[in-house]
């Protein structure tokens, strides 16, 4: 990357993104290479211009801003991301970091926390605003003493491994048994070993346990 940080802004409203533009390209070191007005027109702006940056708007028309980072960081893996947003609540957040994003900035942050995010971003380092910074230590904390509380998947044979992955991935008794040539019957046997030895109640619980393992992720 050179010492000129190269950004595409991703937003739905004109407006919004000519006050970007005024701002930024007030900087000595950034330079605006193009404009996408939603998920799909980001990814293929990316793709064209390979931006050091996206600033990207979480909600847009289409495909909105997670969906257009996952592809983004998939494709363009040396292009960072950077959410500029209205929406502050936890599930963007989480959502747009599981996505790839590289930091999240909300739009009533100040200018200069603006400028200072995307230059953190074009060095390849994070950036996340005080408050929401906060609320991923939180995450973290929370995590981490359930996870010390729960028993490990190691207590699970590997046939009740691969029946607890085949559960969390959504498919029936009847799919499980069909896929492990094995009776529907002894499908429901290895589910409520499962649920027994791991001290859980119901599908929700066993998709949860299943993603904090490792069993599955977010594309499965």
Same mark, same amino acid.
């Given at each position: 990357? &050179? ?9 739905? =409203?004109?407006?919004? #993104? ?16 193009? %404009?996408?007005? @939603? ?10 211009? *390979? ?7 979480? %909600? ?5 801003? $997670?969906? /257009?980072?996952? =592809?983004?960081?998939?494709? +363009? ?7 500029? &947003? ?29 400028? +200072?995010? $995307?230059?953190? /971003? ?8 005080? +408050?929401? /910074? ?12 359930? %996870? /010390? ?9 590997? #046939? ?12 029936? @008794? ?7 040539? $094995? +009776?529907? *019957? &002894?499908?429901?046997? =290895? ?7 791991? @001290?859980? =109640? @119901?599908?929700?619980?066993?998709? *949860?346990?299943?993603? #904090? ?8």
């Amino acid at each position: 990357m &050179t010492d000129e940080i190269r950004l595409l802004l991703a937003d739905d =409203h004109a407006v919004v #993104r000519s006050g970007l533009r005024l701002l930024l390209e007030a900087q000595p070191d950034m330079v605006i290479v193009g %404009e996408a007005e @939603n998920g799909r027109d980001a990814i293929s702006r990316t793709a064209e211009l *390979k931006p050091d940056v996206v600033l990207m708007d979480v %909600e847009m028309p289409g495909m909105n801003g $997670i969906e /257009a980072t996952r =592809h983004i960081k998939r494709e +363009s893996p040396q292009t960072a991301v950077l959410a500029l &947003t209205m929406y502050e609540d936890d599930q963007y957040f989480f959502e747009m970091l599981r996505a790839g994003a590289c930091g999240y900035v909300p739009k009533r942050a100040a200018p200069d926390e603006l400028v +200072s995010a $995307i230059r953190a /971003a074009g060095r390849g380092e994070v950036f996340l605003y005080p +408050s929401l /910074a906060g609320r991923l230590v939180q995450d973290y904390l929370v995590r981490r003493d359930v %996870e /010390a509380q729960e028993p490990p998947a190691g207590d699970l044979t590997a #046939r009740e491994q691969e029946v607890l992955t085949l559960i969390a991935q959504g498919l029936s @008794n009847g799919e499980i048994a069909e896929q492990l040539v $094995i +009776s529907a *019957k &002894t499908v429901d046997r =290895h589910r409520e070993n499962i649920m027994r030895k791991l @001290n859980l =109640h @119901n599908r929700v619980d066993l998709v *949860k346990y299943a993603l #904090r393992k490792g069993l599955i992720d977010l594309e499965d």
